[in-house]
């Protein structure tokens, strides 16, 4: 009995403590932050965690504000809270023997590619407000579906206006009124995963198709973390602490930070690891930041990297010399005449409001209506297009910063550099410059897949021999599902609703890879996550190096995902939690800092010798990059999931930079689920250049593939 009301007591403090932040937040001091305090697994040893997380509390901040300050408790799959602190505070909490770790509730971002449309434009280009919310709408449709399957333990919780049925089976939301999608970024990402089967979906009749998720029988959960402010760090590990406790599967995020933080400081990363540790795989957006920026770096994250489909969309444009253009845009508007009079946006502005700098980016404010109506203005930046329309004009060319298509509220193109330059040698040359915009085609991209440039990439800085990102996936002008109730081109006067849209981003690619690893979960459905990442990463298709030769491997990681092919990958590089705590425990020299995992009682593993379904080598850095010899070894484990007896042979890339040898090189098999152990040593001269190489097994059926780096940071 004492246990029964133990337990609603449990719940219900948990919703008075939020109540009360809620109600009585701002009577906290101004110098209190909001803190994440990690405590590792859950011990079972208080049956009432939360009264627990208060107890701890008590010993640092005042009896009177405890209440206030605690914002959540982690107490389902994990242990911990979010409170806000004094600095003062903070420090003792640090040093409370069941903290693990300690750190600032940052703010995350989704990761579409909105911002990066203003990719290497001037400081003073206006921003676009970006108002995000990551959820799902109740229209997934559920029709064939029998009740959700018996071990879900979820709930739908969705709030106001939120219905669940047996696609869509749970909801939850963090931090805001309601888990509806006002955005479209959770309805997309979800539906590209999951969504149901739809004949001749499109936007506007372009990218016309049949839209399906990757697996389109399995049921979807939303748990709603970002609001208008962004995404919450002690929001997104309170649904880490819920998922895991509800069921799922899979979880696919594709929200990141901007900067990487320590595997024990990062929200995702912490989530992930007891997801994994409860069989469940996380997969996660590498970010849209490009260059050397990737965040996702836990080697228990499956990191996805962005690239292009053979589909492309172009915006035609038609000078009133019968040149005809490509740009890119996805135009759904269709001007009605032949040609409209072309304006430069700088002749056509106020002079009162703007500088000419302004004037020629067209920023907001400076085009003056009157000058506009029926015409079509230039613009040195793309993101003039916005002005252009509050504008009235009846559309817009700019020069793009980024060689993608995003959804225009008006008819508008973005060009080249050289293009762009010649409309303008085409307007200075001309007395009545006119111009069409035609609605946007499809078109083959010969050249894919290609990494997008907005893509981020390693290498790793908290863990420079774990390559990542891991694979990339389709994430440019992805056609999915979206929410009606959502501007598509991310301008609030632009009223359409739609049921369909396109966006890029690695936060379309990463619910693609969740798609294919819930559809070799379902013909495998006791296969450990890091199995079922090791089947997605050897079986990739190798990457066509002359169109991705930016970064190479810190671009795409092992290649591009194959889902077919992974579901018979024939051997797998399978890890196990302890593995993870042993390399945790080689990276961190404070072995308290692990809460509950105790490293001094455990062995070590270098980074290096984790058991990866890739294999990299950073060699430290150098004053000069000449020729520096170097010899390193690795240890790999494969286990084999293909046929019984089956023997594979080892083939290696070939270089006179370097020297690769694999011992045994080859590998017998009598029995399935079998392991077998080898070594990798590479020796050679360092020159500077990233060494890309890479190591397959082969059986004559199956082809297990992983790259090989070997580099310096530089
Ligand atoms: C719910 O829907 C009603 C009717 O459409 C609307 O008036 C109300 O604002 C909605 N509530 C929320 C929280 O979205
Ligand atoms: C830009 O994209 C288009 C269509 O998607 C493609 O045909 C073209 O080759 C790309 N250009 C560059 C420079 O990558
Ligand atoms: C095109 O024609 C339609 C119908 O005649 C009209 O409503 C619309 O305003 C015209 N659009 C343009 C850009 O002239
Ligand atoms: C067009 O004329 C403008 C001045 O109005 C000048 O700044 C620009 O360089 C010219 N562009 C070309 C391509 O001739
Ligand atoms: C149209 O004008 C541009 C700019 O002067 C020029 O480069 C182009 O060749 C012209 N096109 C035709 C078909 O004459
Ligand atoms: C979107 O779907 C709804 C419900 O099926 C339908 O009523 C509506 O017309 C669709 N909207 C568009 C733009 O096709
Ligand atoms: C960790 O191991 C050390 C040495 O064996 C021991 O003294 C310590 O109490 C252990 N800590 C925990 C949290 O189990
Ligand atoms: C594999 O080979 C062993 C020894 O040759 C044999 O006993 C066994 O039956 C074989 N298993 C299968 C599944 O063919």
């Given at each position: 009995m004492a246990g029964i009301f133990n337990l609603k007591f449990s719940s219900i403090l948990l919703v008075l403590c939020v109540l009360a932040l809620a109600n009585h937040?701002?009577?906290?001091?101004?110098?209190r932050k909001l803190y994440i305090v990690y405590m590792g697994?859950?011990?079972?040893?208080?049956?009432?965690p939360s009264s627990h997380h208060i107890n701890i509390l008590q010993e640092v901040v005042d009896i009177s504000l405890v209440r206030q300050s605690l914002v959540r408790s982690y107490t389902r799959s994990f242990n911990g809270f979010a409170a806000y602190l004094t600095p003062q505070e903070q420090e003792k909490l640090a040093d409370?023997?069941?903290?693990?770790s300690i750190f600032p509730s940052k703010t995350f971002q989704l990761q579409t590619t909105r911002s990066w449309?203003?990719?290497?434009?001037?400081?003073?280009?206006q921003r676009n407000p970006t108002v995000e919310s990551d959820t799902i709408i109740g229209s997934f449709s559920d029709k064939g579906f029998g009740p959700p399957p018996k071990k879900w333990k979820g709930e739908?919780?969705?709030?106001?206006?939120f219905t669940c049925n047996n696609k869509l089976i749970g909801a939850r939301f963090y931090?805001?009124?309601?888990?509806?999608?006002?955005?479209g970024h959770g309805t997309h990402t979800a539906s590209t995963a999951a969504g149901s089967i739809v004949k001749g979906a499109s936007f506007y009749g372009i990218a016309e198709g049949t839209a399906r998720g990757a697996v389109p029988s399995s049921r979807i959960a939303a748990y709603k973390v970002c609001s208008e402010s962004g995404c919450l760090a002690a929001d997104i590990l309170a649904a880490f602490d819920d998922a895991i406790a509800d069921g799922v599967d899979l979880i696919t995020i594709s929200i990141g930070g901007n900067t990487p933080e320590a595997l024990q400081n990062d929200p995702i990363s912490i989530g992930s690891f007891h997801a994994s540790q409860k069989g469940i795989l996380v997969i996660q957006s590498a970010g849209n930041?490009?260059?050397?920026?990737?965040?996702?770096?836990?080697?228990w994250i499956f990191t996805v990297a962005a690239s292009t489909i053979d589909r492309g969309i172009v915006t035609k444009v038609v000078l009133g010399n019968g040149s005809i253009l490509t740009g890119k845009s996805v135009n759904r508007f269709k001007l009605n005449g032949t040609t409209f009079p072309l304006v430069y946006g700088k002749e056509v502005s106020s002079s009162e409001q703007c500088d000419e700098e302004w004037a020629k980016t067209c920023q907001?404010?400076?085009?003056q209506k009157n000058l506009v109506k029926g015409k079509i203005v230039l613009c040195?930046?793309?993101?003039g297009r916005q002005e252009a329309l509050r504008a009235g004009a009846l559309g817009s060319i700019g020069l793009g910063g980024v060689n993608i298509s995003f959804v225009v509220p008006l008819s508008a193109s973005a060009l080249t550099k050289g293009d762009f330059s010649l409309v303008q040698s085409y307007v200075n040359s001309t007395k009545a410059p006119k111009v069409d915009i035609l609605p946007s085609e499809s078109t083959q991209n010969?050249?894919?897949p290609r990494v997008a440039s907005f893509s981020s990439r390693g290498?790793?800085?908290?863990?420079?021999d774990i390559l990542k990102p891991d694979v990339t996936a389709p994430g440019v002008e992805i056609l999915a599902a979206f929410s009606p109730k959502a501007s598509p081109s991310e301008?609030?006067?632009?009223?359409a609703s739609v049921n369909y849209s396109i966006l890029s981003g690695t936060s379309m690619s990463c619910p693609h890879v969740a798609g294919a690893a819930a559809y070799i979960k379902s013909l495998h459905?006791?296969?450990?996550p890091s199995a079922i990442k090791s089947a997605l990463m050897t079986t990739a298709w190798k990457m066509n190096v002359e169109h991705n030769q930016d970064d190479t491997e810190f671009a795409y990681?092992?290649?591009?995902?194959?889902p077919v092919k992974a579901a018979d990958p024939g051997l797998v590089y399978e890890t196990v939690q302890e593995d993870y705590i042993k390399m945790l425990c080689s990276l961190?020299?404070?072995?308290?800092?692990?809460?509950?995992?105790?490293?001094?009682?455990k062995l070590k593993t270098n980074p290096k010798d984790l058991n990866y379904p890739s294999m990299t080598v950073n060699l430290g850095s150098f004053e000069s990059n000449q020729n520096i010899p170097f010899a390193v070894k690795l240890i790999r484990t494969v286990t084999n999931v293909g046929c019984a007896n089956s023997t594979y042979k080892v083939k290696t890339s070939v270089s006179s930079d370097y020297n690769i040898n694999v011992n045994p090189s080859t590998l017998t098999f009598e029995k399935l689920n079998e392991k077998k152990t080898f070594e990798v040593k590479i020796s050679g001269k360092y020159t500077g250049n990233i060494i890309s190489a890479a190591l397959e097994w082969s059986d004559g059926v199956h082809n297990v593939r992983s790259p090989i780096v070997v580099y310096s940071f530089y």
């Open positions: 937040g701002h009577a906290l001091d101004e110098e697994n859950l011990d079972g040893k208080y049956k009432l409370h023997e069941e903290v693990a449309d203003f990719m290497g434009f001037p400081e003073n280009v739908c919780k969705g709030g106001s206006n931090g805001s009124d309601s888990a509806r999608d006002t955005e930041s490009g260059y050397r920026s990737l965040a996702s770096v836990a080697p907001d404010g400076c085009l040195d930046s793309f993101s010969l050249d894919a290498p790793n800085s908290i863990v420079p301008i609030l006067s632009d009223k459905p006791d296969w450990s990681g092992s290649g591009h995902i194959d961190i020299s404070d072995t308290s800092t692990l809460g509950n995992f105790n490293c001094s009682e």
